[in-house]
C-alpha cells in the first residue's frame, strides 16, 4: 500500500509563488528512489488531466511547454518527498494538483488525492 499525501495548494494572485509536496510512504519501494518515477500532474475544472513535469529515480527532469521556465520539480530521496516550485503563476495554473509515483519494475502507478491551487487575476 503506497500513500501519497499532498500539500502546498492555496489562492495567490497572479505573479506569485507556491510551493507543492507530496510525501511518499507505506510500501519499502518507495524508500528505494531509483526505481521510482514521480510526477506531478493537474486538472482545471472541465479539462482533462495533464502532466506538468516528472522526475526520475536520478533526478532527470521533463516540464510541459506551459509551464517550463516557471516550474521546478525536485525531490528529497531521504524524505521520500517530491516538490513542485511554481513561480510567475497565471490564472491559467489553477486547477488541483495530483502527485503521481510510478514503481518502474512493476508499472504500477500511485496517485495523491490532490490539491487545489488557485491564481487570481
Known amino acids: 500500500q503506497v500513500h501519497l499525501v499532498e500539500s502546498g495548494g492555496g489562492l495567490v494572485q497572479a505573479g506569485g509563488s507556491l510551493r507543492l509536496s507530496c510525501a511518499a510512504s507505506?510500501?519499502?519501494?518507495?524508500?528505494?528512489?531509483?526505481?521510482?518515477?514521480m510526477a506531478w500532474y493537474r486538472q482545471a475544472p472541465g479539462k482533462q488531466r495533464e502532466l506538468v513535469a516528472t522526475?526520475?529515480?536520478?533526478?532527470?527532469?521533463n516540464y510541459a511547454e506551459s509551464v517550463k521556465g516557471r516550474f521546478t520539480i525536485s525531490r528529497d530521496n531521504a524524505k521520500n518527498v517530491v516538490y513542485l516550485q511554481m513561480n510567475s503563476l497565471k490564472p491559467e495554473d489553477t486547477a488541483v494538483y495530483y502527485c503521481?509515483?510510478?514503481?518502474?519494475?512493476?508499472?504500477?502507478?500511485?496517485w495523491g488525492q490532490g490539491t487545489q491551487v488557485i491564481v487570481s487575476s
Open positions: 507505506g510500501s519499502i519501494f518507495v524508500a528505494i528512489a531509483s526505481i521510482n518515477n
Open positions: 522526475i526520475s529515480g536520478s533526478g532527470t527532469t
Open positions: 503521481n509515483l510510478i514503481n518502474t519494475p512493476s508499472g504500477s502507478a500511485y
